[in-house]
């Protein structure tokens, strides 16, 4: 199981941040909304990259933060980062239909290269002792679409999540979902990890344990 994102919260530090920092303490960078000044030892400075923005070269990128033009020298609005499309909403067009698998899909309206963005997964912010509450009843029902966003906070798309909450689980997903930094707020971009044509049902892998998973996903992986 991986263990969950530190919530980040801004620090109230007047000087020079240290152990006591509370950002230092939940193990998250100090970001722009800290009291801190912008010569604090463990702020998040951004990058200068220059085009791209998608490999671990990138320390935006790779340390899990969209890019920020407000902090990253080279990243503006209209420039070549690949790193900001949640932020942009820059997402593809996802429609619903009879899944193969399970149940309702999820579908791409238009193609996806590998590494693009093709949707963040949203909904309700609930907390982790209500998402406990909910999944039993869920659970009951073979049908939940909880996703952990952090240590205190959990995405319940059942209500109000959008097309994208019906991708359905694969042991080989043509999608990866990742939690971004975003402003200071984790987000769930889903991200194509293979060219994909329109048309073509989306799938990720929910990262199931044997003793979470629905009869229909233990089945896959016979």
């Not at 000087?15 to 463990?42: L, Q």
């Not at 290269?113 to 009951?140: F, I, P, S």
């Not at 293979?194 to 998973?213: N, R, V």
Request: aromatic share 10%; proline share 5%; net charge neutral.
């Amino acid at each position: 199981m991986t263990k969950p994102w530190p919530l980040y919260t801004p620090c109230t530090c007047t000087g020079p941040c240290n152990a006591e920092c509370s950002c230092a303490k939940s193990k998250n960078f100090c970001e722009k909304f800290c009291a801190c000044g912008p010569t604090c030892s463990i702020r998040f400075v951004g990058c200068e990259c220059k085009s791209g923005c998608t490999t671990k070269a990138c320390p935006c990128y790779a340390a899990g933060h969209e890019c920020d033009p407000d902090v990253c020298t080279g990243c503006t609005i209209g420039c070549t980062c690949n790193n900001m499309r949640l932020r942009f909403r820059q997402h593809k067009r996802v429609c619903m239909g009879k899944s193969a698998i399970a149940g309702w899909g999820s579908f791409l309206l238009e193609g996806a290269n590998k590494g693009e963005l093709v949707g963040e997964y949203t909904g309700e912010l609930v907390t982790q002792t209500e998402a406990d509450r909910r999944g039993k009843a869920y659970d009951r029902d073979d049908n939940s679409y909880l996703f952990n966003l952090n240590e205190a906070w959990v995405i319940d798309a059942r209500r109000q999540g959008n097309k994208l909450r019906f991708a359905n689980h694969s042991i080989d997903p043509n999608c990866a979902a990742k939690i971004l930094m975003v402003d200071g707020d984790h987000r769930v971009g889903i991200f194509a990890c293979k060219d994909i044509e329109p048309g073509t049902e989306l799938f990720y892998d929910y990262c199931y344990s044997k003793d979470q998973a629905p009869i229909w996903a233990l089945l896959l992986t016979k």
